[in-house]
Structure formats: C-alpha cells, structure tokens
C-alpha cells in the first residue's frame, strides 16, 4: 500500500508544477503595430457649447453644456467659464484656474473675431498679467471652441487697463 500512497503523493505534486510552467517559456516580441492611435469622440455636436475646466490630475478637460442653447454664442461660452464649474462638474473634481467674478459684472462683447478672423480677442474682467499658463489655456481652448474658425486664430486677452496677453490652446510640452 505504501508505494500506492508515494505514487499518489508524486502525481499530486507533479501535476500542479506542470499546469504552471505551461507548454515551456514564452518567446518575447517586439512592438506590434496595430494601426492609428485611438480618438475620443465628445457625446456633443456643433448645437453643443463646451468649455474647458481643470480635473484634480491637472491639464484641461471639455465640458459639454447640455443645459443652454442650441448654438451658443462664443460670448455665451466664455460668460458659462467665468461662472466656474456648476455643481455637477464640482461633484467630480472639476475647478477653474480663472479667479473667481461675479458674472452680473458681464461685458457687453467679451470676444471679438477680427475681420479677416485671424484673431481673437477677448476682454476679461481682471488683470490678465497674473494668469497662469492653465488659466490662458481654459479661456482660449474655451474661445476657440465657440468660434471654430478654421486655421486657428491667434487669441490675445485683455483686461479693463488694457493690458494684452497671448493665449493658445496647445497643451504644453513635457
């Protein structure tokens, strides 16, 4: 009986190393190439406003405006950022780098598009010069979302002094 027992004991443990070392070692590869790199499509179309906030990672993100009209003026889009995030993009972390201002101080025309629309300028509330780089990119990603002019403006900000600053939507390097 005994040599039953050790034979037992041996295919036990025998057949555990076996399902673990598989078929033998598996051969590395290199890079396989699989075609473009994936895209994100936004649930939203041209009837959509979007304005651009700050998830806690850092960066930017859009935001669609299910809630105004359909077709939303740049100048709409630009009033909806300096509101700030409502309560539902707050409820996931989303902020605004732009100091906060009370939008019943609203300007008439915020944005304004050159005649030959290679630029764009929009007036703020408070001094551009102390924007950091993530508030320029909230307010021209924003702008240049409204405006979908096609090539890309050059944005200029400026304030009730006068004050002009550049702006740009490229997200930054490194």
Not at 51 to 66: C, D, I, N, R
Not at 104 to 110: C, E, F, G, S
Not at 131 to 152: E, F, H, K, W, Y
């Amino acid at each position: 009986m005994r040599p039953v027992r050790t034979a037992a004991a041996a295919a036990a443990l025998i057949g555990p190393l076996l399902l673990a070392t598989g078929c033998g070692s598996i051969a590395t590869t290199g890079v396989v190439e699989s075609g473009r790199a994936g895209t994100v499509k936004l649930a939203t179309g041209p009837e959509t406003g979007i304005v651009y906030f700050v998830p806690p990672e850092g960066g930017l993100v859009p935001v669609a405006l299910l809630d105004g009209p359909s077709h939303p003026s740049p100048n709409y889009l630009i009033t909806r950022l300096l509101a700030g995030p409502d309560s539902a993009a707050q409820e996931v972390g989303l902020t605004s780098a732009l100091p906060a201002v009370e939008t019943k101080r609203v300007v008439a025309t915020w944005l304004t598009i050159s005649d030959d629309g290679t630029s764009v300028q929009i007036k703020l509330p408070f001094p551009v010069g102390p924007l950091s780089a993530t508030a320029r990119r909230q307010v021209a990603c924003t702008a240049l979302a409204g405006v979908r002019i096609t090539p890309t403006p050059e944005v200029t900000l400026t304030d009730a002094e006068g004050k002009e600053e550049r702006a740009d939507c490229a997200v930054p390097a490194g």
